[in-house]
């Protein structure tokens, strides 16, 4: 039977230099400041070769086991100024919203999906989703994934 992978956290200093560059290139593509893998890697000084053979396994230490995005699904009453108060509720708790999707209300309801990095909040996912639920508006609320 084949082991599953290994995991160990270094600091950065001691990793080969191309590990840093790939882990740049990356960081370059995911905040725009890169369009293609080939500007990403020309900026940093690596081949594409190398970025593609360890872009799978080099990760930020904080991204890899820190990072904790949970979906939200809600079930709203179609009225203005609901949707606005859900996200100012994420907001004043540090929950960084992610993404919204929505679907075209019908029958006096919307179904909205949120994900949020929850690893700032200043509550517990319990005490969020409750107090979420809990708001004017809200139909239902509950935890997707995450």
Do not use: W
Not at 24 to 40: D, H, I, P, S
Not at 96 to 121: F, H, Q, R, W
Not at 131 to 136: F, R
Request: charged share 20%; aromatic share 6%.
């Amino acid at each position: 039977m084949k082991n599953g992978p290994k995991y160990y956290i270094v600091e950065a200093s001691a990793l080969p230099e191309v590990f840093l560059k790939v882990a740049e290139a990356k960081r370059l593509l995911a905040t725009g400041q890169a369009a293609t893998v080939n500007e990403a890697t020309k900026l940093t000084g690596i081949s594409r070769s190398a970025f593609y053979k360890y872009r799978d396994a080099v990760q930020p230490f904080q991204r890899a086991h820190v990072s904790r995005v949970i979906t939200f699904q809600f079930l709203l009453h179609d009225e203005p100024g609901v949707l606005s108060a859900i996200l100012a509720a994420y907001a004043k708790e540090k929950a960084n919203i992610l993404t919204i999707n929505s679907i075209t209300p019908s029958n006096g309801c919307a179904l909205v999906t949120i994900s949020a990095e929850t690893t700032d909040m200043l509550v517990s996912l319990e005490e969020l989703l409750h107090s979420l639920a809990e708001m004017n508006g809200v139909i239902k609320a509950e935890v997707l994934a995450g």
